[in-house]
């Protein structure tokens, strides 16, 4: 469970206020840290200012649950009437995709209980990250490489992520 205070607020949420935002150039979020931003507009608020942020690394099993992050990074406003202009990120670059070391660690942090939704809730994942990637290189602005760990590398995602990034295998447990 991830820290927090006497108020139950989580530790995460009380500490992106003294990050230097528009410098930050890396941007690594702990397990439960990307849950914390429930929506789009959560995103924004917390990092809008983070627009020079160029590598992005988060567990990709916990966007499964309540995680807007690949639709906030979709997500487009409007500039000079057109819908040109992406809201968080601008610089992104580069995104790792890791898996925990437990590879039922999904289940095992939320309950057996929630073992029968995880292939809808990584379909609809998948379609967001999909979305991400293809709205990005569209719009001219993409994802250059997406660094993905070998516990998540047999998922069919990656085959279909190749027409937008490239996708590399990588191995943090070794």
Not at 83 to 92: D, E, M, P, Q, T
């Amino acid at each position: 469970m991830r820290g927090s205070d006497d108020e139950g607020n989580g530790i995460d949420d009380l500490l992106v206020p003294f990050l230097s935002l528009p410098t930050l150039h890396f941007l690594i979020l702990s397990p439960y840290m990307a849950e914390t931003f429930m929506d789009v507009d959560g995103w924004m608020k917390s990092f809008g200012t983070a627009r020079a942020v160029r590598l992005l690394s988060v567990e990709y099993d916990e966007c499964l649950v309540d995680c807007m992050l690949f639709d906030a990074l979709a997500a487009q406003e409007p500039v000079d009437g057109d819908f040109s202009r992406f809201s968080l990120f601008l610089s992104l670059s580069i995104v790792v995709l890791h898996a925990p070391k437990d590879k039922d660690n999904f289940v095992n942090t939320r309950g057996p209980e929630l073992s029968h939704l995880v292939p809808k809730l990584r379909n609809k994942l998948e379609e967001s990250v999909i979305k991400m990637l293809h709205d990005r290189k569209n719009k001219g602005v993409p994802v250059n490489k997406l660094y993905v760990a070998t516990g998540l590398s047999h998922q069919g995602i990656w085959r279909r992520a190749r027409l937008f990034v490239e996708v590399e295998v990588f191995d943090l447990w070794r």
